[in-house]
């Protein structure tokens, strides 16, 4: 019996994006650690800190060009940039500080445009209908991400109280040779994409990369074939188009819940820090992973019946209160200078013991997974709406989702050495209220299965 071609393509894609997110989450999660281990100088947690910042900087370079690269070549596009994330791993490797640095803004920029590239490509191989469904098999697939590096991480580590050299050059080898698997994967794993739904609607008549990408013909050929769906924009010039995206409440609600979704993120890196200054056992480091990881796996597994279940208000609902338990937990649990220096558990305003970081791993698994869910979801169902759109191809709001994300990320992690943990907690708390808000009474309605259900 023949596989269903899009579901392989979602398969293959969500593969890649799994080994990709698996050896770059896992790998900064593990940066600090090993520059603190490390027998070299001039080595700590700020320089850790540096190439996350740099990394997301440097993506937002990706996410610019990605749009306009996507539309020749996806499988190439993919490919090409899985392999731009090899150069970081061979840094730490080296424990190069000039290396690590560079490598960090080269896999930025890979990462950039393999998010997009990726996402759009599911978006525009999934028809209307399979949308939700595909979207959420795609992110159950590389939610095993966070396990599998977090294991990798695991049972590389013989000393629970340092990261040896050794130990260093297996878990990193072990990444970069997953980032160039993941690279072929895609080129030669991806089938030829049909046409999506899209494209046949709004792109018929296009004949090169660059009218592709809008989504649309020209406005005289519009008027000439006389195609009702693109009657809506024929007044309007595409700067005008895109003026009116940009303004629209779904796309402000996006890029401000990809703001906080991309603070939240940030905060699974400052937690391993945090882990790692104030608890002695570096497996602990892992196993705060593999827990994180096995919620992501367990609870991206089960979303697309209980949102079926209970409906996408109801996931709404505790998902914000779940996210707002989590950030108590982590509010009292560390003390406030942890995010960049050694301090005492004993300081923090609650002394909890070594099992309190299961706790909170599965804590930040069950808000993490869910509130990455919502917004991937809501941004695949946002960018089929001609109402959102404008015309315009699904990469364009998955570019702008990304360009705010990586944003938000490289400020973030920019200013965490010279930040303390309570402002950093107050921070996120005012933006998990705002994207309660804005889920509740602008992107609710995006929901395809919610509105249908109305």
Request: hydrophobic share 50%.
């Amino acid at each position: 019996m023949a596989i269903n071609t899009e579901i392989w393509n979602v398969g293959v894609a969500s593969i890649v994006m799994m080994l990709l997110y698996a050896t770059c989450s896992a790998g900064f999660d593990m940066l600090n650690a090993s520059l603190a281990d490390s027998s070299k100088a001039g080595m700590d947690a700020k320089v850790g800190y540096l190439c996350s910042s740099i990394y997301c900087f440097v993506s937002l370079a990706g996410s610019f060009i990605a749009p306009l690269l996507i539309v020749i070549h996806s499988r190439f596009v993919i490919f090409c940039s899985s392999l731009l994330y090899v150069p970081f791993y061979i840094g730490v490797i080296f424990l190069n500080k000039i290396a690590i640095i560079s490598g960090s803004a080269i896999t930025g920029i890979g990462d950039g445009v393999v998010w997009v590239a990726v996402y759009d490509y599911v978006v525009r191989i999934s028809k209307r209908e399979n949308l939700e469904r595909n979207m959420s098999y795609f992110i159950f697939v590389y939610s095993f991400a966070a396990l599998v590096g977090n294991l990798i991480n695991y049972f590389n580590i013989e000393d629970p109280t340092k990261i040896t050299d050794s130990t260093r050059v297996h878990i990193f080898s072990t990444f970069a040779a997953l980032a160039t698997f993941a690279g072929f994967l895609a080129l030669f794993g991806l089938r030829k994409m049909p046409p999506s739904d899209d494209a046949d609607r709004n792109s018929q008549s296009s004949d090169s990369a660059s009218k592709r990408l809008l989504g649309s013909t020209s406005d005289d050929n519009d008027e000439e074939q006389g195609n009702s769906s693109n009657h809506l924009y024929q007044p309007q010039t595409k700067f005008q188009r895109l003026l009116k995206f940009f303004l629209t409440p779904a796309t402000l609600a996006q890029m401000a819940t990809s703001i906080v979704s991309s603070l939240c993120d940030c905060w699974v890196v400052i937690i391993c820090t945090c882990i790692r200054n104030s608890y002695s056992n570096r497996h602990l480091i892992p196993i705060f992973g593999i827990i994180f990881g096995c919620c992501k796996v367990l609870l991206c597994g089960i979303w697309n019946k209980i949102s079926t279940l209970l409906g996408y208000k109801f996931m709404i609902y505790v998902t914000s209160t779940i996210s707002l338990i989590w950030l108590t937990f982590v509010f009292i649990m560390f003390p406030p200078l942890s995010i960049h220096e050694k301090s005492e558990a004993a300081d923090a305003l609650v002394s909890f013991g070594s099992w309190a970081v299961i706790l909170l791993g599965l804590l930040t698994g069950i808000s993490r997974t869910w509130m990455d869910l919502l917004k991937q979801i809501s941004c695949g169902t946002c960018s089929k709406s001609e109402e959102v759109m404008q015309g315009f191809q699904p990469g364009l709001l998955f570019s702008v989702k990304t360009i705010f994300w990586s944003s938000t990320s490289a400020i973030v992690y920019a200013l965490v050495p010279y930040m303390n943990l309570y402002i950093l907690v107050g921070i996120t708390f005012v933006g998990l209220i705002a994207n309660h808000f804005l889920f509740m009474h602008i992107i609710l309605k995006f929901f395809l299965s919610e509105h249908q259900s109305q």
